[in-house]
């Protein structure tokens, strides 16, 4: 009993903490005054000058963490997440700074419908933890689905008529489809950095897909323009 009050006490806690963190006048005021055009990666040992007219896409954005660094630049950012619960977080938390722009899409190389999937809420995950394994791979621990619509991230490049200064993507196993479509298209000509976090380890099945990506891209001359080691 006493167990199960610290974990509904802990639960509450952490769900005043995401409450104040990710309401719109928490965002701004954090914008405001944290704003700074050196975005540090200190996630690759890396730095970037950010001006105002620079573009950054998140693509995965959850519920914006990132997007609220690359935000403080002073940049324009266009955060894409598929999941309807994370989105109404991203939306709710950015909806009073200007600069981003956020939409409850996925990014994919081809403009579809997809399902995605994820863990249900449990004991161990409450619903917006489980988010983090939210895939378009199914899998047999997949309890949850909905239908949402992905863009091609080459065609949205492509639209916005001007370079790109960074690219972060954590889109749960979809990065080697976009990616090879991004070498395709020669969109990927149009980024200046590309960030991106792969899931072998997570999905075993994804292993020689990654390797053969990663293969490409030495051979392609882009090993420091597109980054596979983003965590």
């Not at 690759?44 to 609220?68: E, F, R, Y």
């Not at 916005?160 to 200064?165: D, F, S, W, Y």
Request: glycine share 4%.
């Amino acid at each position: 009993m006493i167990a199960q009050r610290n974990t509904l006490s802990a639960r509450a806690l952490k769900a005043a903490r995401r409450l104040i963190r990710y309401n719109g006048f928490t965002e701004r005021a954090q914008q405001i005054a944290r704003k700074n055009p050196l975005l540090k990666l200190g996630e690759i040992a890396h730095s970037l000058d950010v001006k105002s007219s620079d573009i950054i896409i998140d693509c995965g954005a959850n519920v914006g963490d990132m997007t609220s660094r690359f935000a403080r630049t002073g940049a324009s950012v266009f955060a894409f997440e598929p999941n309807p619960l994370c989105y109404s977080i991203l939306r709710k938390r950015f909806a009073m700074t200007p600069n981003v722009q956020c939409f409850n899409e996925g990014v994919m190389d081809r403009e579809c419908v997809l399902s995605l999937s994820y863990p249900e809420a449990s004991s161990e995950w409450d619903a917006l933890d489980a988010t983090v394994a939210s895939s378009f791979n199914v899998d047999g621990t997949v309890q949850a689905t909905n239908d949402v619509r992905c863009i091609s991230l080459s065609d949205f490049i492509f639209s916005l008529r001007r370079p790109v200064k960074l690219v972060k993507m954590d889109i749960e196993g979809s990065e080697i489809q976009v990616l090879n479509s991004l070498l395709d298209s020669k969109a990927i000509d149009l980024v200046e950095l590309m960030v991106v976090e792969t899931h072998e380890k997570q999905q075993p099945e994804l292993l020689a897909a990654t390797n053969a990506l990663r293969q490409r891209i030495r051979e392609s001359g882009l090993g420091t323009k597109i980054r596979l080691d983003w965590i």
